[in-house]
């Protein structure tokens, strides 16, 4: 008992060793002896391995972005990264994460409201379980499977023309901007219904009995309740669905080859040793710009959140 | 983050008048959904198995199963799967495990920093690798070793927050307590008190670090390893029924562990924290 006691105590008030912990009698014998030093060591060998393969990249990749070829300080990487084909191909990603995001948000949260009106235990199950799963597809075998069903060849757009109605002559092409929109869906709804489920579900019954009990009729309900509690969570979602998209490479490589002028497209052909002269660091500039945009949102989010879980508590 | 996520199988909170959605709308929602989910995966394995003529034929799964390089990007990709999951057992149990006794109030900053991959997409992780890494011995750079390396960070959004779930639903403080005033060090409360309670936190992180593994694509393309995924491109350019039908052997293969992983989580505790949400919510870059 006095064991159990003292350690919780010791883990309770000295989180990271701080020297303001009670005298020495109430700490167990081990972290007396070894001294608030060590009390963080512990922890050491993952902070190290994160900062040594994560930070120490993303770092130099930033620092690489502000030198020439010689090592010097320079802006005309950032320059080069901002105007002409770059500045179209951030536009491009951004409009393409922003327009993907928007649609599953849409389309996630019907879903995620449908699935939480149901009373049908199966569907729920499902819904979660193959939400979860699909949430993690992505990539090569996602983009091969889409050219399967409406790549120029694929089994939908055959059915379709040989019912009278070619895709491909209705300005349609799954090798495009749009294709690429409707391939992240497969990722992105179920994503969506991941995050919403839980704020849906917290939309707590005395809210809506007393609006009822107020005589609120649906739209009502939805205009003053409803929608204003879930405007937060819907938020941060679309940002963690933009970030998705804006990042994503593997779909929009394998599907097509390169050809499509997204941000990280660009960045791998100049890692593949695609590099004009004087171009150096460019891709660095450009990686450092991909940064910028993730952290804005996810700023944005962490600032949303603070918000949406004011609400939710 | 919403960290407390309701049980779905819970009736409180949303019953239909509840919600007031009436039921013509919730099954037209899930229905149309759902068809967007599954006629994809009916197209492909249609698609795999046409052969001249719309006769139906095999081909494509017995040429690919013919093909060496087949089963050697397989290999490859299992093996830096494998050590990828070792590597983040041996990183991640110590860690997630000092944390929650000696640290519990750093707990939230641990798993931010679990979740810093997010914020750097894994093509600029790459491009730092090459920048950075490049002069390191090629035991490290010059060979997949780099691959597994990276792929302990990469992987951390999902394998972190699913173990430490694991961590923090069962009792750690009561289990230390028992066995270190029965004696035990650490290495066999360890070994016979607190590993063999987290035996599905464990199986969870391995099983999504894995599947994670089995999938990446950016960093072995642009470190020009050859892994499956890289494999599966190279196909598509030449062969696209032999690309579809890998596809969907790859698909099948990383959702059948997937499903396992969200069927286990969302039944303990009655999926109080279904690590595969989070698991899942956090799956931004890492396609």
Known sequence: MAISDELRSDSGTVPGGDGDAPAGSMRPRRSRRRGRWHTSIGALPFLVYVALFLLVPAVSVVATAFKNGNGQFTMANFDEAVHGVYLQSFIAS??????????????????????????????????????????????????????????????????LSSAGFDLYSHGFSLYSVMGLTIVYQYFLIPLMILIMIPPIQALRKEWIDASASL???????????????????????????????????????????????????QLGSLISGNVLAGQTNLGDALGAGMIVVVLVAALLYAYVQRKASKWLR | MATVTPDLQRAGGGGSNVLRLGKPFRYSVLTLVGAFFIIPILASARFS????????????????????????????????GVGT????????????????????????????????????????VTLGVITSFRNLPNIIYGTPVILALEYVVLALPYSYRTFDSAVQSIDLKTLVDAGQSLGAGWIKLLRFAILPNLRSGLLGASILTFAFCLGEFAVASLLSFTTFPVFLVQVGRLEASQAVALSLIALIFTWIPLALVMIVFSQRRGGRRGAGVEAAIESAVAE
Do not use: C, M
Request: glycine letters at 6%; hydrophobic letters at 60%.
């Open chain 2, 49 to 80: 198995f046409l052969g001249n003529n719309n006769s139906f034929t095999f081909s494509a799964y017995t040429q690919l199963f013919g093909t060496p390089q087949f089963w050697s990007t397989l290999w490859l990709s299992v093996k830096v």
């Open chain 1, 94 to 159: 951004i409009k393409l994460s922003f327009a993907s995001a928007l649609i599953a948000a849409v389309v996630g949260l019907l879903a995620a409201l449908a699935v939480s009106a149901t009373e049908n235990r199966i569907v729920r199950s499902l819904v979660a379980a193959g939400s979860g799963v699909f949430a993690n597809t992505g990539g090569v075998p996602l983009a091969f499977s889409f050219i399967a069903t409406v790549g120029n060849f694929g089994v939908v757009t055959k059915l």
């Open chain 2, 85 to 124: 999951v070792a590597l983040t057992l041996a990183l991640l149990i110590p860690t997630v495990i000092f944390v929650h006794v000696r640290l519990p109030r750093l707990r939230r900053l641990f798993e931010s920093v679990s979740l810093l991959p997010l914020v750097i997409p894994s093509v600029v």
């Open chain 1, 215 to 265: 005589g609120a009729n649906r739209f009502q309900f939805w205009r003053w309740v409803g929608i204003p509690l879930l405007t937060p969570p819907i938020l941060a979602a679309f940002i963690v669905l933009f970030t998705d998209a804006f990042a994503a490479y593997a779909t929009a490589e394998a599907l097509t080859s390169g050809t499509i002028p997204l941000v990280p497209i």
